[in-house]
Every structure is written in structure tokens, then in C-alpha cells.
């Protein structure tokens, strides 16, 4: 088959909610100036939730919309698998994606991406997307700041940083990404299937990574992700057994979650992903795998495990990585204690010294509705600063580098924003540092106008008293290097670990 761009193929693979099934769907078929393909998986168990997807489906009377149903009830993996399969034997486009049921496309966000594809129809294209926490209240919207640039990257460098425990949103998991049909092709005669295992979405990253020499990161977020209380992996990693969670896990094809991970049956997110690379890593064409950082690997198991929210499993996790790590397990939970706290006086710092954030957060919305309306009408201009791109690639975009500009797409996109917006920035970093300044010395200066006043009050003496304890002070302060706050922390750690 050419590999020129026709149309885009979209599937969206959903089981027993088809309230966000529908509200997928529209978001789809709302697209503007798009060639699209779209088809619906139903693989509900409840009946009810089966009619009333179908219904709607058969009620529309837009062609490009397709309802299918496995004749028997999958698995997720499995189900994906089927899906892809009969999707691929339906439709006659060169480009897939899947777009689970909790995800939404933002408003006429597919012109861009068709434009990507068409110029570069053999890479897989990732993007971003926008987030809204939606599992307690008030209901809050993570907008992502955004270039609008277009990047290449090298699979290498994406996997050399998962084995450093290291994550990127660039990584193409296809509810992320557009894939060309050759390159499912290929997955499908290297493996007999498309997924594999418990988390098909990085399991398919990774195959893709070992196949492909690079992957093209379309920095702009074209997605809205929300259901967070309803979402499989996201209830399992947090320790939520709702009903959702319990289908997952009663429907895997191992008893035992992250069975090829270093570590078995740690219900944590890093686990999770470092099993999908274990488990890619044996099958691989390449020798673009490396070995995983066993020192950052176990820090990041033992930094989620104490932190795990459901304190049954927790103490459960805890005696497995006791079991595993022995008396070393104390010195991991020290380092993940003085790691948590690194990292927050990090993040402090950053926001002190740097006056964008990445994420736009808006925290006002009585409901979840209310937070989609918001994120798919509201307007963004692209930026120019190319540090986010950093934290979504894994490098900073150089010409030699593993992440690089394709400067040929996309520049009229920031063209007229860049100037403007840096000018911003700068402007507002300097009034920060004057007002930094300007407040030190207002209050150096009145600590030397009150001294009259605290003489005549309380004489000489006790003023010269108190000029000492506050030099005594401020001179332990000095040698604390802010050891102290984190003093609890490591003890109470300790203390947790030999319990």
C-alpha cells in the first residue's frame, strides 16, 4: 500500500461507559476540515450500557461512523488487539490512532496533524494533551503551555531514558500518537499481534521504538484527558479496587501484576512501565535497549511505595521490598524521604525564579462539564521557550542532537507569538528581581529607623541582648543548611521501614 497520506482511521476501544464513549465520539466527529474514519469497539459487559451506545451509533447518520462488537467478551488487551485487526481490514487508511473512551480531541485540532501527516507519512507523530483532575472537588484543568513545533527524535534516546527511570510525554503509546499502517504491519509480522501484556499502550511504545529509528513529537497539547475515577490502570496504581478496577484485574491474562519487571508485584506506576521495557526488551531487532538503572529503578519503587494511599497494599508492597531488598531497604526509604524533599524545594525554586509555568492550572469548576467547555473553547497562543520541550523530550532540541527542529513545519505557526511573549517573560523576571530587591531593603531600612524606638522602650541592655540571640540565631541558621525540616521526615521513614 502507497505510503501517502488518505485519511485518518480512528478507533476508540470502550467497555461499560458509554456516557464518555458518546462524549468521544462527538468530540471526534466535531472536527473540521479532517478526512476521518471512526471506529467504535464495544466491549461492555452491562447490556444496558451496550444498548445505549448502539443506540446512538445507529442513530447517526454520519457515514464515517462505525460501530463493532466482539463476539465474545475481551480482555483490554486482547480487545485491542481484535480492534486493531478488524479496523485494519475495514478501512483503506494509511494512518490509525485510538482514542480511549476518557479522551477527548480538542476543537478542530486534526488540521495540523493532517498537515504533519501528509508531509511525513512514514514517522509515527506523538502529541500532548491537557488534563482535568476530576476525582474530587473543586474540579481542576491543567492546560499545557505549548510551541507548536514539530521534533525529531531518536528512539534510542527515549529508551536509554525509561532506563534511567526517566519518563517523557513524547513517548508514542497510541492513545498519544498517529501510527502509519506499515508500521502496525511490521509490529503485527515481528510479534503475531499489535499489544501485548497488561499495559498495551507503553507496550506498543516500546515495540515501536525498537522498530523505528526515530519518532516525530508534535509539541501541542490535541487531546483533553478526564474520568480519572474511571480509568482501569489509574485505580490500580493508586489502590482505588472500585468496580472498574476490579474488571481489570479479574480480566488479566497473568495473576500476578508486573510479572517481568525486576521487582514483581509492586502496584506502582514506575513498575509498571519498567515491566512493558522488561518485557519488550528480550524480542528486541535492535540493541537500542539498555540495562536498567537498578539504583534508581529500586529509589523510585520505595519513593511510590510509601507513598501508596491504600495502606493495606502499602504494607503489603513493603514486605515484598523488604523481601527483596533486605536491610537495604532502609537506606532506600532515607533516600526516597531526602528525594521527595529535593525535588519539592526543586519545584519552589523554579516557580521563584521563573516566572511561566509549564501548566496553566485553573482550579474554579463546580463540575467536570464545565472544565471541558472551558479547555476545548479556551484559546492559547504557542510560546518560544523551548525548556518545555526539554521536560517532554528528554533534551534540549539541538541540530546535532537526539532531539531536533524541523523547522520546514509549524514556524509560521509561532512566528508572530515568540517576540511578544518573550518580551513578556523577561519584563516580568526583572520586576520580580527589583521588587526582590526593593523589598530586602525596605526592610533593612526600617529595622534601622525602629532602633530609637526599641531604645527608648526597653533600653540599652535588653535591646544588646536581643541583638545577640538574634546573631546567635541567625548564625545557626547558617551551618543548619536546612537539614532540619527534613530531620522528621527521615526519621519517621526509618522508623516505618523496620516496622
Same mark, same amino acid.
Given at each position: 500500500?502507497?505510503?501517502?497520506?488518505?485519511?485518518?482511521?480512528?478507533?476508540?476501544?470502550?467497555?461499560?461507559?458509554?456516557?464518555?464513549?458518546?462524549?468521544?465520539?462527538?468530540? @471526534?466527529?466535531?472536527?473540521?476540515?479532517?478526512?476521518?474514519?471512526?471506529?467504535?469497539?464495544?466491549?461492555?459487559?452491562?447490556?444496558?450500557?451496550? &444498548?445505549?451506545?448502539?443506540?446512538?451509533?445507529?442513530?447517526?447518520?454520519?457515514?464515517?461512523?462505525?460501530?463493532?462488537?466482539?463476539?465474545? %467478551?475481551?480482555?483490554?488487551?486482547?480487545?485491542?488487539?481484535?480492534?486493531?485487526?478488524? $479496523?485494519?481490514?475495514?478501512?483503506? &487508511?494509511?494512518?490509525?490512532?485510538?482514542?480511549?473512551?476518557?479522551?477527548?480531541?480538542?476543537?478542530?485540532?486534526?488540521?495540523?496533524?493532517?498537515?504533519?501527516?501528509?508531509?511525513?507519512?512514514?514517522?509515527?507523530?506523538?502529541?500532548?494533551?491537557?488534563?482535568?483532575?476530576?476525582?474530587?472537588?473543586?474540579?481542576?484543568?491543567?492546560?499545557?503551555?505549548?510551541?507548536?513545533?514539530?521534533?525529531?527524535?531518536?528512539?534510542?534516546?527515549?529508551?536509554?531514558?525509561?532506563? /534511567?527511570?526517566?519518563?517523557?510525554?513524547?513517548?508514542?503509546?497510541?492513545?498519544?500518537?498517529?501510527?502509519?499502517?506499515?508500521?502496525?504491519?511490521?509490529? =503485527?509480522?515481528?510479534?503475531?499481534?499489535?499489544?501485548? +501484556?497488561? &499495559?498495551?499502550?507503553?507496550?506498543?511504545?516500546?515495540?515501536?521504538?525498537?522498530?523505528? /529509528?526515530?519518532?516525530?513529537?508534535?509539541?501541542?497539547?490535541?487531546?483533553?484527558?478526564?474520568?480519572?475515577?474511571?480509568?482501569?490502570?489509574?485505580?490500580?496504581?493508586?489502590?482505588?479496587?472500585?468496580?472498574?478496577?476490579?474488571?481489570?484485574?479479574?480480566?488479566? +491474562?497473568?495473576?500476578?501484576?508486573?510479572?517481568?519487571?525486576? @521487582?514483581?508485584?509492586?502496584?506502582?506506576?514506575?513498575?509498571?512501565? %519498567?515491566?512493558?521495557?522488561?518485557?519488550?526488551?528480550?524480542?528486541?531487532?535492535?540493541?537500542?535497549?539498555?540495562?536498567?538503572?537498578?539504583?534508581?529503578?529500586?529509589?523510585?519503587?520505595?519513593?511510590?511505595?510509601?507513598?501508596?494511599?491504600?495502606?493495606?497494599?502499602?504494607?503489603?508492597?513493603?514486605?515484598?521490598?523488604?523481601?527483596?531488598?533486605? +536491610?537495604?531497604?532502609?537506606?532506600?526509604? $532515607?533516600?526516597?524521604?531526602?528525594?521527595?524533599?529535593?525535588?519539592?524545594?526543586?519545584?519552589?525554586?523554579?516557580?521563584?525564579?521563573?516566572?511561566?509555568?509549564?501548566?496553566?492550572?485553573?482550579?474554579? =469548576? /463546580?463540575?467536570?462539564?464545565?472544565?471541558?467547555?472551558?479547555?476545548?473553547?479556551?484559546?492559547?497562543?504557542? @510560546?518560544?521557550?523551548?525548556? *518545555?520541550?526539554?521536560?517532554?523530550? !528528554?533534551?534540549?532540541?539541538?541540530?546535532?542532537?537526539?532531539?531536533?527542529?524541523?523547522?520546514?513545519?509549524?514556524?509560521?505557526?509561532?512566528?508572530?507569538?515568540?517576540?511578544?511573549?518573550?518580551?513578556?517573560?523577561?519584563?516580568?523576571?526583572?520586576?520580580?528581581?527589583?521588587?526582590?530587591? @526593593?523589598?530586602? =531593603?525596605?526592610?533593612?531600612?526600617? &529595622?534601622?529607623?525602629?532602633?530609637?524606638?526599641?531604645?527608648?522602650?526597653?533600653?540599652?541592655?535588653?535591646? !544588646?541582648?536581643?541583638?545577640?540571640?538574634?546573631?546567635?540565631?541567625?548564625?545557626?541558621? *547558617?551551618?543548619?543548611?536546612?537539614?532540619?525540616?527534613?530531620?522528621?521526615? %527521615?526519621?519517621?521513614?526509618?522508623?516505618?521501614?523496620?516496622?
Amino acid at each position: 500500500m502507497s505510503l501517502d497520506y488518505k485519511n485518518l482511521l480512528i478507533v476508540i476501544p470502550t467497555r461499560n461507559r458509554a456516557e464518555l464513549a458518546i462524549n468521544a465520539i462527538n468530540s @471526534v466527529l466535531s472536527q473540521e476540515n479532517c478526512e476521518l474514519e471512526l471506529i467504535v469497539s464495544d466491549n461492555s459487559t452491562d447490556e444496558a450500557e451496550v &444498548s445505549r451506545l448502539a443506540d446512538y451509533v445507529h442513530q447517526s447518520d454520519d457515514k464515517r461512523l462505525r460501530y463493532i462488537r466482539p463476539p465474545k %467478551i475481551l480482555p483490554m488487551t486482547e480487545h485491542w488487539n481484535w480492534a486493531m485487526q478488524q $479496523a485494519l481490514e475495514i478501512s483503506q &487508511s494509511n494512518h490509525i490512532t485510538f482514542l480511549t473512551d476518557r479522551l477527548l480531541f480538542a476543537k478542530n485540532c486534526l488540521q495540523n496533524l493532517q498537515s504533519i501527516l501528509t508531509k511525513y507519512p512514514a514517522k509515527i507523530v506523538s502529541y500532548t494533551f491537557d488534563s482535568i483532575e476530576d476525582s474530587k472537588t473543586p474540579v481542576s484543568l491543567s492546560q499545557v503551555r505549548y510551541t507548536g513545533k514539530l521534533f525529531e527524535i531518536e528512539s534510542a534516546s527515549v529508551l536509554k531514558l525509561y532506563a /534511567e527511570m526517566e519518563r517523557i510525554q513524547a513517548l508514542p503509546k497510541m492513545l498519544n500518537s498517529v501510527a502509519p499502517r506499515e508500521l502496525m504491519t511490521k509490529i =503485527f509480522e515481528k510479534y503475531g499481534n499489535y499489544f501485548f +501484556s497488561i &499495559s498495551p499502550d507503553y507496550n506498543l511504545a516500546f515495540r515501536s521504538l525498537d522498530l523505528e /529509528e526515530s519518532i516525530l513529537y508534535y509539541d501541542r497539547p490535541l487531546l483533553i484527558s478526564y474520568g480519572n475515577n474511571r480509568s482501569n490502570g489509574w485505580n490500580v496504581l493508586q489502590g482505588n479496587f472500585n468496580q472498574d478496577a476490579l474488571d481489570f484485574i479479574k480480566n488479566l +491474562s497473568s495473576t500476578e501484576i508486573c510479572f517481568d519487571s525486576p @521487582v514483581k508485584a509492586i502496584w506502582v506506576l514506575p513498575n509498571a512501565i %519498567i515491566h512493558e521495557y522488561c518485557c519488550a526488551k528480550p524480542h528486541a531487532v535492535s540493541d537500542k535497549f539498555s540495562e536498567i538503572n537498578q539504583k534508581k529503578y529500586l529509589l523510585s519503587l520505595v519513593e511510590n511505595v510509601i507513598s501508596y494511599k491504600n495502606e493495606t497494599m502499602r504494607i503489603e508492597m513493603l514486605k515484598k521490598l523488604r523481601a527483596a531488598l533486605g +536491610s537495604d531497604l532502609t537506606k532506600y526509604h $532515607a533516600q526516597a524521604a531526602i528525594e521527595h524533599k529535593r525535588r519539592g524545594l526543586k519545584i519552589r525554586l523554579h516557580n521563584l525564579t521563573n516566572s511561566a509555568s509549564p501548566y496553566l492550572l485553573k482550579t474554579n =469548576f /463546580e463540575n467536570v462539564e464545565d472544565a471541558i467547555n472551558f479547555a476545548t473553547a479556551s484559546p492559547r497562543q504557542p @510560546v518560544s521557550d523551548f525548556r *518545555l520541550i526539554e521536560d517532554r523530550t !528528554g533534551a534540549k532540541p539541538t541540530k546535532q542532537g537526539p532531539v531536533k527542529v524541523l523547522k520546514d513545519f509549524s514556524e509560521d505557526e509561532v512566528s508572530d507569538f515568540p517576540a511578544v511573549w518573550m518580551f513578556k517573560k523577561i519584563y516580568s523576571t526583572k520586576v520580580n528581581v527589583i521588587a526582590n530587591f @526593593v523589598g530586602n =531593603f525596605w526592610i533593612a531600612f526600617l &529595622s534601622i529607623v525602629f532602633v530609637p524606638i526599641y531604645l527608648h522602650y526597653i533600653g540599652i541592655e535588653s535591646y !544588646g541582648l536581643i541583638g545577640i540571640f538574634s546573631s546567635i540565631q541567625a548564625f545557626i541558621i *547558617l551551618l543548619d543548611f536546612g537539614l532540619s525540616p527534613t530531620l522528621p521526615v %527521615i526519621s519517621q521513614e526509618i522508623v516505618r521501614a523496620r516496622m
